[in-house]
């Protein structure tokens, strides 16, 4: 995927060389190589060890705004990535999927935008849960990188940081 940002320790960085190719709309023969497949198309591909939790999956899932999240707990163990699609930047469900992920189901593997992924969007994700994001192709990356550091102080609970800010002050 071009235009990636990952954060790795923390620090956002401009990934050159990402494995994972999204895959929508699916054909009927898919290409080799790490996938990212809608969730219907990743449970049809997935054989029963994968989906028993027995082996991890290989291919990495993308939800669609109305996939329900809370669905995917007996698979959570057994995924490499979940990317979650924004189709337009203003279809803002994508933010709640993410932040369920992260605080009711634990999960902790990498958490891509995919999408409508603009910059001024990119500081509210990361305080929802992402640590990846796919900026959309005719944008720069590099001056998407900016938009992680917008918020340097954020009053409410995040998935980052659970306590609002009366209780982080000493």
Request: hydrophobic share 40%.
């Amino acid at each position: 995927m071009n235009n990636l940002i990952r954060l790795i320790d923390g620090a956002p960085q401009i990934v050159e060389n990402d494995p994972w190719q999204r895959i929508d709309p699916v054909p009927e023969t898919l290409p080799e190589g790490q996938l990212i497949l809608p969730l219907s198309a990743w449970i049809a591909r997935q054989d029963e060890a994968v989906l028993s939790g027995e082996h991890l999956s290989a291919d990495g899932l993308c939800l669609a705004p109305d996939d329900e999240v809370e669905g995917l707990q007996p698979y959570l163990n057994v995924l490499p990535l979940i990317a979650i699609d924004f189709p337009s930047f203003r279809d803002g469900r994508g933010y709640s999927q993410a932040y369920l992920l992260r605080t009711r189901l634990g999960w902790r593997g990498e958490l891509r935008a995919v999408g409508d992924v603009l910059r001024d969007q990119l500081s509210h994700m990361r305080q929802c849960g992402f640590d990846a994001f796919a900026v959309r192709e005719d944008k720069s990356v590099a001056d998407a990188l900016k938009g992680l550091a917008g918020v340097s102080v954020v009053y409410g609970r995040s998935a980052i940081e659970p306590r609002p800010l009366f209780r982080r002050r000493t």
